[in-house]
Nanobody, 124 residues
Framework: QVQLVESGGGLVQPGGSLRLSCASS????????IGWFRQSPEKEREFVAA????????YYADSVKGRFTISRDNAKNAVYLQMNSLKPEDTAVYSC?????????????????WGQGTQVTVSS
């Protein structure tokens, strides 16, 4: 069982930065790939970024490439999403999720565990 808890969301002005954290209490956290997804009232849930268990592979949606960076610290059972140059269209609830495989990592189907999400609002 992997329990995930997100933190770090909030209100930020366009062009600003936020760092989201995804923490787990599960002992097997380091064996899972972790992904970030986001959902707003106007859109379906969409993939943002993901990282393999070894940190060797990272994946990004085109819309955030060059602005967001995903990283993980397995010793702390945590994954981070550094978000820079934020835009109003980045406003959404951001959730992290755990998958036992990197196959299909940009889609929701392979993820077994999900956090509750943290709200990110980009507005002046």
């Amino acid at each position: 069982q992997v329990q995930l808890v997100e933190s770090g969301g909030g209100l930020v002005q366009p062009g600003g930065s936020l760092r989201l954290s995804c923490a787990s209490s599960g002992r097997t956290f380091s064996s899972y790939a972790i992904g970030w997804f986001r959902q707003s009232p106007e859109k379906e849930r969409e993939f943002v970024a993901a990282i393999s268990w070894s940190r060797r592979n990272t994946y990004y949606a085109d819309s955030v490439k060059g602005r967001f960076t995903i990283s993980r610290d397995n010793a702390k059972n945590a994954v981070y999403l550094q978000m820079n140059s934020l835009k109003p269209e980045d406003t959404a609830v951001y959730s992290c999720a755990a998958s036992p495989t990197i196959v299909g990592i940009t889609t929701t189907g392979e993820y077994n565990y999900w956090g509750q999400g943290t709200q990110v609002t980009v507005s002046s």
